[in-house]
């Protein structure tokens, strides 16, 4: 906004020039000092010394604009005054300032200025279209240089909003071609952002770098240099970001970056393949830093490494809880509670799947058992004791006083496993298995103590054991509340599946789906168990001809599911219809014939046809709900409907159409006692002459009762000549061949066609 010496002298001469001359003036100065503190504020959020000197620039900017309305630096003022108001966060205040200098001074020099700042006013208040038209435009038109240079950096914005990175880099790289002056660090910084996200580790790294030469900002300089330092990690650099980050832990002026500085250590030193480093990094960070965001985030990541490079779960589990309990809000504690559930989910698992292989109950789960400390004997006692045992009783009571009844049964059911048995259950311990030392078989069937040397190197290994037998109890895992002893099946099915797709674990998986298979082939888990093996053995395992086999066992053993259509689409042959697609298209054709042909009679005949020929399924209560339904709206024939509702209640009772007519039921049955009393006080007040009894009374509930005479089973004044009445005692007593012959002359002339107007339709 610079003006001519010649302006400026002329405004010193002049008294009233010179007046506003010094208003727009100090305007600038204290917007000026406003930008300053901008400049070096990276929250994102104006500081109170930034928002006092924007407003003392805005007094002053519409003094100007009020007092001196003729002012040649009004369209300036009105410039400087949308910028401070833009600064401060008023940003309908600024949008008006620069509507006010479009609209009322389009020849001025600062329109195009004003456009720019108009769509980064947009922007921040969400209007993105409006922004972007705007924008768009300052870089097809012949604008001056500067102007155009923070376009493109503004357009490369909105592209990075639409997640568009490769032509936000486009923009960016345009904008850094017309030199954007203090905007030129951003523009870098921005650009690398770009580079980052598309996985251009390198480029992004050089346009970090040249952030650092293009300010003299200390935070925007340190914002430059860490993520170079990261671009240098991810480009497996680990020496050099190693560097990198000591560096900039070592300046005293990062203090406070410390913290963050170590989580990027720590994040090297695993991506340079040294876990136990970035463990013993985070634990720092834990203890140093205690309660602080990074501390969640350490124990967070101490719990990944754990979980998916160790495969030990226990010690993911504590730390993912620590991550929870540090009590800091952050993605890291959400998502470790979510981690720490999975884990307990496949702890609960393994527990009632080990319990339901033994077959014991539920109950079991709820057994405290009186168990010796693990450390109550020691080695050299224990092995005493050995010597001197004989027989599988004596060796069972020596195993208990070890470590517990299940400790002692965990050795007799390992000496009656198989070799195969003892490979498919290889992950059961997650992790725990080791190569078996002593011959345990031969101890127990031959009473052969075993060495000391090989007991000393076992023993570890069975108190492990044991106490993965006895943790989690009930009140511990609360998953282990989702689960039931008994369902064995679904348990190997629920755990197969957390293995393949929560833990990445394939091999675990298919071991669990073939017990599955094997133990259970009629489980209704076995046939999706049989595809799932087939899928691990097409991608995990690459062998193309057991893919094959399974499939066509798929095709031959469970030829009703639809894993086995889903066969005989991957060999290439037409699939089989299901007694499913045969049941939908039936209902299908009764839609149709109730709301394209509007013959509801031939509507019941589909509806009657499901309920004879899948009567063991849960189509048979649908369809009868369906045929009440018709008949109460679409053939008027009340007595019919609530008759089939009733006989709903009465043959399936569990079944949710029975709960939705229930109501319907019970306030028929509810007008039927009343009315029963009303004819019993009639009849009493007829006889002592009839006193108080209103001409018809009698006759008319006794008309009235005839439509609703069967709904309970009554079987009062049944003519075995009316057709209604006889469809709906036959119905009542069974006989649902009857309904089919209700002639068709006793529909209702009205089909309800205010009902189809408002949309109600039958159920599906």
């Known amino acids: 906004m610079k003006k001519t010496s010649l302006y400026i002298l002329m405004g010193l001469m002049l008294g009233t020039g010179c007046a506003y001359f010094n208003t727009f003036y100090n305007a600038k100065q204290y917007y000026k000092k406003g930008y300053a503190e901008t400049k070096k504020n990276l929250t994102g959020k104006p500081g109170a010394t930034e928002k006092k000197h924007y407003e003392e620039a805005i007094t002053r900017a519409l003094t100007l604009i009020v007092d001196y309305p003729k002012s040649k630096y009004v369209d300036d003022a009105l410039l400087l005054a949308g910028k401070a108001y833009y600064y401060r966060e008023e940003y309908f205040m600024a949008k008006r300032k620069f509507l006010e200098l479009i609209t009322n001074y389009p020849e001025s020099p600062f329109v195009n200025e004003a456009k720019l700042w108009m769509a980064r006013t947009n922007f921040a208040l969400d209007e993105f279209d409006e922004a972007e038209t705007l924008v768009n435009t300052l870089v097809s038109d012949d604008v001056e240089k500067r102007i155009k240079g923070q376009a493109y950096y503004y357009l490369g914005k909105f592209h990075e909003r639409k997640r568009h990175f490769d032509q936000a880099t486009e923009a960016y790289r345009s904008a850094l071609n017309y030199g954007l002056e203090d905007q030129q660090a951003n523009t870098y910084f921005s650009l690398g952002n770009s580079l980052d996200t598309l996985g251009r580790y390198e480029e992004a790294r050089d346009a970090f770098g040249k952030v650092q030469k293009a300010t003299y900002l200390k935070e925007l300089r340190f914002e430059a240099r860490f993520r170079y330092a990261q671009m240098n990690k991810k480009l497996g650099n680990v020496r050099d970001a190693l560097s990198d980050f000591q560096m900039l832990m070592a300046d005293e002026e990062n203090a406070k970056r410390v913290p963050e500085i170590k989580l990027q250590i720590a994040d090297t030193y695993f991506r340079g393949g040294d876990a136990d480093a970035a463990v013993d990094a985070y634990d720092e960070i834990t203890q140093v830093h205690e309660k602080t965001k990074e501390s969640t985030q350490a124990f967070y990541q101490i719990g990944r490494i754990f979980e998916t490079h160790y495969s030990d779960y226990e010690k993911a589990l504590d730390n993912y809880v620590q991550a929870k309990k540090s009590g800091m809000r952050s993605v890291y504690a959400d998502t470790a509670e979510l981690y720490s559930r999975d884990i307990q989910r496949l702890q609960a698992l393994h527990q009632v799947v080990d319990l339901g292989k033994r077959g014991e109950t539920g109950e079991a789960l709820l057994v405290m058992e009186n168990e010796l400390d693990e450390d109550t004997l020691t080695l050299d006692l224990a092995y005493d004791m050995m010597d001197t045992t004989t027989g599988d009783t004596a060796c069972y009571h020596l195993l208990t006083e070890i470590g517990g009844k299940q400790f002692a049964d965990s050795v007799f059911v390992e000496k009656n496993k198989s070799l195969d048995q003892r490979e498919r259950d290889i992950e059961l311990n997650m992790g725990l298995e080791k190569e078996v030392l002593v011959d345990w078989r031969e101890w127990v069937e031959e009473h052969t103590v075993p060495s000391y040397s090989d007991m000393e190197a076992e023993f570890p290994r069975l108190q492990a054991r044991k106490k993965l037998l006895e943790r989690p109890k009930m009140a511990d895992n609360p998953e282990l509340s989702t689960f039931r002893v008994e369902e064995l099946d679904r348990n190997l099915f629920l755990l197969a599946e957390l293995y393949l797709f929560r833990f990445q674990k394939?091999?675990?998986?298919?071991?669990?789906?073939?017990?599955?298979?094997?133990?259970?082939?009629?489980?209704?888990?076995?046939?999706?168990?049989?595809?799932?093996?087939?899928?691990?053995?097409?991608?995990?395992?690459?062998?193309?001809?057991?893919?094959?086999?399974?499939?066509?066992?798929?095709?031959?053993?469970?030829?009703?599911?639809?894993?086995?259509?889903?066969?005989?689409?991957?060999?290439?042959?037409?699939?089989?219809?299901?007694?499913?697609?045969?049941?939908?298209?039936?209902?299908?054709?009764?839609?149709?014939?109730?709301?394209?042909?509007?013959?509801?009679?031939?509507?019941?005949?589909?509806?009657?046809?499901?309920?004879?020929?899948?009567?063991?399924?849960?189509?048979?209560?649908?369809?009868?709900?369906?045929?009440?339904?018709?008949?109460?709206?679409?053939?008027?024939?009340?007595?019919?409907?609530?008759?089939?509702?009733?006989?709903?209640?009465?043959?399936?009772?569990?079944?949710?159409?029975?709960?939705?007519?229930?109501?319907?039921?019970?306030?028929?049955?509810?007008?039927?006692?009343?009315?029963?009393?009303?004819?019993?006080t009639a009849t009493v007040q007829d006889s002592m002459g009839g006193k108080g009894v209103m001409p018809g009374l009698a006759e008319t509930d006794s008309t009235v009762d005839q439509s609703f005479a069967f709904a309970d089973g009554s079987d009062e004044d049944e003519d075995p000549e009316n057709p209604v009445q006889r469809t709906r005692s036959s119905l009542r007593r069974g006989d649902e061949s009857a309904l089919l012959s209700v002639p068709l002359d006793l529909m209702a002339r009205r089909r309800r066609e205010l009902r189809l107007i408002q949309g109600q339709t039958a159920p599906r």
């Open 506 to 680: 394939p091999d675990s998986a298919f071991n669990y789906y073939d017990y599955l298979v094997r133990e259970f082939p009629e489980s209704p888990y076995a046939a999706k168990s049989l595809y799932n093996m087939a899928h691990l053995y097409e991608t995990h395992y690459k062998n193309p001809e057991q893919v094959e086999l399974i499939y066509r066992s798929l095709m031959d053993e469970y030829k009703s599911t639809p894993y086995a259509n889903a066969a005989r689409q991957k060999l290439g042959e037409n699939p089989v219809p299901s007694k499913n697609d045969t049941i939908a298209n039936l209902f299908a054709s009764a839609e149709d014939a109730l709301f394209t042909e509007n013959e509801p009679a031939k509507a019941l005949d589909f509806y009657e046809h499901i309920r004879n020929a899948y009567s063991d399924t849960d189509f048979a209560p649908k369809a009868l709900y369906a045929q009440g339904y018709v008949y109460e709206h679409y053939m008027d024939l009340p007595d019919l409907a609530y008759a089939t509702y009733d006989s709903l209640i009465k043959w399936y009772p569990e079944s949710p159409y029975s709960q939705r007519v229930q109501p319907k039921i019970e306030a028929v049955k509810g007008e039927e006692i009343q009315r029963a009393k009303a004819r019993e």
